[in-house]
Every structure is written in C-alpha cells, then in structure tokens.
C-alpha cells in the first residue's frame, strides 16, 4: 500500500509541473496476459488478470505525446489439492503487478492510430510457500519495458494493445541462498477514457 500510495503522488506531483500546450488526464480499464515464469502452470498457467489506472497525456510537440501512468493488474486463479500452492485454507491464489512509468505516443497517421514505447519501474508480489507450509509474500522490483499501439475511437475513448517485459532478480533468496531470476511478460489490451 506505501508503494501504492507513494506513486501515485509521485504521478501527481509530475502532472502539476508540466505547463505544456495541452495536459489532459485520464484512467483506463485493462486485462493482461501473462507469459514467461508468470504465466507458468504453476503460476497462473496463462490466465489473464485485470487492471485499472491512471493517466495523462501532454502533447508537447503535433504528433508526439508523452503519457505518464500508473496501472494496477490483479491475477487470481483457483488452485486445487495438486497444485504447487495448495494449502488447506488456500482456495485461491493473487499475484499483483503495480507499474509506474512513462509512454512516449507518435501518432501513425491522421485516422487515429498511433504508436507506443514506454519504461519505468514495476513492482511485483506474489505468494511463497516456506518449509512450514505457511503462505508468505515476496515483492520484488525492476525496470519494465513496454511496446505497443493504440487507436482514438473518439475524442475521449480509445483502446490500446501493449506488450510489457520485466524480469525480477533474486526471487527465492534467503540467507544467503541466491534467488532465481523471474520473468512477467505479459500482452495487454485496455479501454481508455480521457476528458
């Protein structure tokens, strides 16, 4: 929740800078498919999961935007007396992906369509089964990279299609023990509304 709390006024204080041509803000509705370590049986076994956020657009030059964002993805899947987290008390399990960063748009052409490449910081938790079989939780954070492309169906709606990619070190370690490293790339498609 301090992470959560933290960014958003970190995106705050951003926006209240910029004294660009036009600033506008918005929120978005998302689901995510996970792949790589994430997306593994064991894990979610590609189940998607569903975000919202928050964002804002600054178009600083004709065609060209950056769009500062903060999204929050929830994954959940029911688990079963054979998977890798199965507990008595454990129905489910929920991993939450929490991104802060950046995307530069340049528009493709005058029809709407236009392109995405963003970075910035994700913070990823997931839960951890100990030698006593109690359910843990381990957070880790990295850089995350995103490419994609969106489409404006109107003045204040529009739909996106993103790929992002983060890769988390030293998941697993514990006195002294190194960890592993643990990919969450996912494909995401999301509904935009900006005033």
Sequence with gaps: MK????????????ASTIT????????????????????EKVILNHRPGFGLGLHGLWNFYPGHALVPR?????????????????????KSITL?????????????????LYGIAGAGYSSFEWPIIGATSILARENKGTIYLSIGAGYNM?????????????SYSGVGSSSGVPGKTF????????LLWRY
């Design 96 to 112: 939450k992906d929490i991104k802060v960063g950046v995307d530069y748009n340049i528009t493709i052409n005058n029809a709407g």
């Design 20 to 39: 660009a041509q036009e600033f506008r803000f918005g929120a978005q509705v998302s689901t995510a498919t996970p792949f790589g370590d994430a997306g």
């Design 154 to 166: 109107t003045k204040h709606f529009l739909a996106e299609a993103r790929y992002t990619h983060a």
């Design 70 to 90: 903060i999204d929050v993805t929830l994954y959940q899947r029911d688990v079963d007396g054979n998977d890798f987290f199965a507990l008595p008390f454990r």
């Design 3 to 14: 992470n959560l709390a933290a960014s958003i006024f970190v995106f705050a204080c951003a």
């Design 183 to 190: 990919t969450a790339p996912a494909v995401v498609a999301a």
